[in-house]
């Protein structure tokens, strides 16, 4: 990652804004820039954000909206780092990725530190269990990890293709070590039939992670000690009160959240499985979704002969990292570039590159008739 320039237009001139006191302004660079520039937002922006955007979808889908659209020069990714890590993996030679603040980082991502990540696999080196290891990382991890996974054979997985991920790895090795959500990962070896003792969890805190060797011999799937702090709010209880509250009520889940969430709810699955559910069912329908509340909140404006509600109703399960992109960072980016200054361009290393793509191709082998699924072109700007 590196900053390629901040002079120019200063923030802090944007900052005194209120949110919606830059809507002109940003509707007239948008236009200035013209198709040299794609906005890109994820389903947990925030609407004032989403507005301006020419798409919106989950990470890897937006990832690949760069690559699509080789006459933008430039992609604001308004989304978290990795996102635009991502995309910066996925982009033809001539596009620059921008990240519109580079304090929207990911908690779950961050769990997962490469130092970290090299240790624990020297630890299974020394016990002669790495190469029986098929490594295998959530999208929402960053470069290094994913490279990490592409170097030792292994790939990258979206919440929609986790299971046939661990399909793949297990057709190549007897176990899988999935990083960094052990939530994702556990409901994934429970939705292909493994039962929870045969999942052990990795604390890198500890010595082997907090396990026997006898425990990581007999394990099949090692789970990373990550998870996401917005889906890990939800509660089993919540789900309980829901049931009682509002009988025929469903309840519909991230797996991000708990394995004992995700045993309790109706219906489990990514971003765009929930947006289709919704969308597919009849009105009247009533909903309890765990999920961020700016897509729930959505759902809810685009969806009113559904009744739509967040699961946890007395909470705020917002994700504060990609909050931090604002109208007002989306702004001060767009009035740079029209100054001829990239500002929070993210750049990822070549040599870490080129194994995370390696790591991503290998995916979009496995799913290429899904993943071009599910982005939805936003009016004001589609014809980029
Ligand atoms: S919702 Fe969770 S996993 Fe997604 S970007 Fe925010 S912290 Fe990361």
């Known amino acids: 990652?590196?900053?390629?320039?901040?002079?120019?237009?200063?923030?802090?001139?944007?900052?005194?804004?209120?949110?919606?006191?830059?809507?002109?302004?940003?509707?007239?660079?948008?236009?200035?820039?013209g198709p040299r520039v794609l906005v890109l937002a994820h389903h947990y922006q925030r609407q004032e954000v989403v507005r301006f955007a020419d798409f919106r979808g989950d990470s890897l889908q937006l990832s690949r909206r760069g690559m699509e659209h080789p006459e933008a020069e430039f992609?604001?990714?308004?989304?978290?780092?990795?996102?635009?890590?991502?995309?910066?993996?996925?982009?033809?030679?001539?596009q620059q990725v921008i990240l519109p603040d580079l304090n929207a980082g990911c908690s779950m991502a961050d769990m997962a530190e490469y130092p970290q990540v090299r240790d624990c696999w020297e630890q299974l080196q020394e016990l002669g269990l790495a190469e029986q290891f098929m490594p295998?990382?959530?999208?929402?991890s960053t470069a290094a990890i994913k490279a990490f996974c592409g170097q030792n054979g292994g790939l990258v997985c979206t919440s929609s293709n986790a299971p046939a991920a661990f399909r793949w790895g297990f057709a190549k090795r007897p176990k899988v070590f999935f990083l960094p959500d052990q939530h994702l990962g556990r409901n994934t070896g429970v939705k292909l039939g493994l039962n929870l003792e045969e999942m052990v969890v990795w604390n890198p805190r500890l010595a082997l992670g907090g396990n026997t060797p006898e425990a990581l011999r007999a394990a099949r799937?090692?789970?990373?000690?990550?998870?996401?702090?917005?889906?890990?709010?939800?509660?089993?209880?919540?789900?309980?009160?829901?049931?009682?509250?509002?009988p025929g009520i469903k309840?519909?889940?991230?797996?991000?959240?708990?394995?004992?969430?995700?045993?309790?709810?109706?219906?489990?699955?990514s971003t765009d499985f929930i947006i289709?559910?919704?969308?597919?069912?009849?009105?009247?329908?009533?909903?309890?979704?765990?999920t961020e509340l700016h897509l729930v909140h959505r759902l809810a404006e685009e969806y009113p002969t559904q009744i739509i509600s967040p699961l946890d109703n007395d909470g705020c399960p917002v994700c504060s990292t990609m909050f931090r992109i604002s109208p007002q960072h989306l702004a001060w980016v767009l009035d740079n570039l029209t100054q001829g200054q990239v500002v929070n361009r993210i750049?990822?290393?070549?040599?870490?590159?080129h194994w995370a793509r390696v790591a991503l191709e290998r995916m979009l082998e496995l799913s290429h008739h899904t993943v071009s699924q599910g982005v939805?072109?936003?009016?004001?700007?589609?014809g980029h």
């Open 1 to 33: 990652m590196a900053l390629v320039a901040d002079a120019g237009c200063d923030l802090e001139n944007y900052l005194r804004y209120p949110d919606e006191g830059l809507d002109g302004r940003i509707a007239a660079l948008r236009a200035e820039l």
């Open 75 to 94: 992609i604001v990714f308004c989304g978290v780092h990795f996102m635009a890590e991502s995309a910066d993996l996925l982009r033809a030679e001539h």
């Open 136 to 140: 295998i990382t959530y999208m929402n």
């Open 221 to 246: 799937v090692l789970l990373w000690k990550g998870h996401c702090s917005v889906h890990q709010r939800f509660l089993p209880e919540q789900v309980d009160r829901w049931r009682a509250a509002e």
């Open 251 to 269: 309840i519909l889940v991230h797996p991000e959240c708990s394995h004992e969430v995700v045993r309790k709810a109706d219906l489990t699955g």
């Open 276 to 290: 289709r559910q919704v969308s597919q069912a009849a009105p009247g329908t009533r909903w309890a979704i765990g």
């Open 347 to 353: 750049v990822v290393k070549d040599q870490v590159k």
């Open 376 to 382: 939805h072109p936003i009016g004001a700007h589609a």
